[in-house]
């Protein structure tokens, strides 16, 4: 059972487009990390967000964290194909339990 | 800043062998460690916690005497994968940690045992 859920599991889009994937659990966190992870390498934190209700940008990515601290979610605006890859969100503190992953993949 | 390497990137290697890798902090110290094994197209499952100076923490299912860390100093872990199996191929990635709700990750190391 995982103690995060993503949704959806996969997604193709075209470039231009915009999306949102969600991170899910019945549990409490005191912080939520977003990370993005391409084949063959280690995941990229983009951003931990720690605040319920908390919203922070990254240039066309906007992450927010539920105002109960169970759920977050990232979305992405005009998508292009360099944001191709595993997002991934990771609960926890002083360690960390990972989501099941959303595989993206922007078609040009 | 954080960068976090690990090596070999990766290794193959018989059954039966042993095989170490390591987790560099390069230009932070790092009180806490973790390592990850990820399956093809699956998530990170967490392995372990290892803590600087004291023995590290294993989740439920992974075998201590089959996967031991050590954390020698505040920017270097160890993982050892003794008498591998194929079963043990995997994607295995550490992790480390500044403070309690970030980590920084390695690039990963890629385990093939024929």
């Not at chain 2, 590290?56 to 031991?68: I, N, P, R, S």
């Not at chain 2, 860390?69 to 990635?93: K, W």
């Given at each position: 059972?995982q103690l995060?859920?993503q949704?959806?599991q996969?997604?193709?889009i075209q470039e231009?487009?915009?999306l949102?994937?969600?991170c899910n ?7 939520l ?6 084949p063959?390498?280690g995941?990229?934190?983009?951003v ?10 990254l240039?066309r990515?906007t ?5 109960a ?5 990232l979305?992405?605006?005009a998508?292009q194909?360099?944001d191709?890859?595993l997002?991934l969100?990771a609960?926890?503190?002083n360690?960390?339990?990972f ?8 078609k040009p | 800043?954080?960068?976090v390497s690990q090596h070999?990137?990766?290794v193959?290697?018989?059954s039966?062998t042993?095989v ?26 967490l ?27 505040l920017?270097l872990?160890?993982?050892?994968v003794t008498s591998a ?8 990635i550490c992790?480390?940690?500044p403070?309690t709700?970030t ?9 093939t045992?024929?």
């Amino acid at each position: 059972t995982q103690l995060l859920e993503q949704s959806p599991q996969f997604l193709s889009i075209q470039e231009g487009e915009n999306l949102t994937v969600y991170c899910n659990s019945s549990s409490v966190f005191s912080s939520l990390q977003w990370y993005r992870q391409e084949p063959g390498e280690g995941p990229v934190l983009l951003v931990t967000v720690v605040t319920g209700g908390e919203v922070k940008k990254l240039k066309r990515l906007t992450f927010q964290f539920g105002d109960a601290r169970k759920d977050s979610s990232l979305h992405i605006t005009a998508a292009q194909p360099g944001d191709t890859g595993l997002y991934l969100c990771a609960g926890g503190l002083n360690k960390f339990y990972f989501g099941s992953g959303t595989k993206l993949n922007v078609k040009p | 800043g954080a960068v976090v390497s690990q090596h070999p990137s990766w290794v193959i290697c018989k059954s039966g062998t042993s095989v170490k890798i390591e987790c560099r902090s390069l230009d932070f110290q790092a009180t806490t460690m973790f390592w990850y094994r990820q399956f093809p197209k699956q998530s990170l499952m967490l392995m372990a916690t290892s803590n600087e100076g004291s023995k590290a923490t294993y989740e439920q299912g992974v075998e201590k005497d089959k996967f031991l860390i050590n954390h020698a100093s505040l920017t270097l872990s160890t993982l050892t994968v003794t008498s591998a199996h194929p079963e043990d191929s995997s994607f295995y990635i550490c992790s480390a940690s500044p403070r309690t709700d970030t980590q920084y990750f390695g690039p990963g190391t890629r385990l093939t045992v024929l």
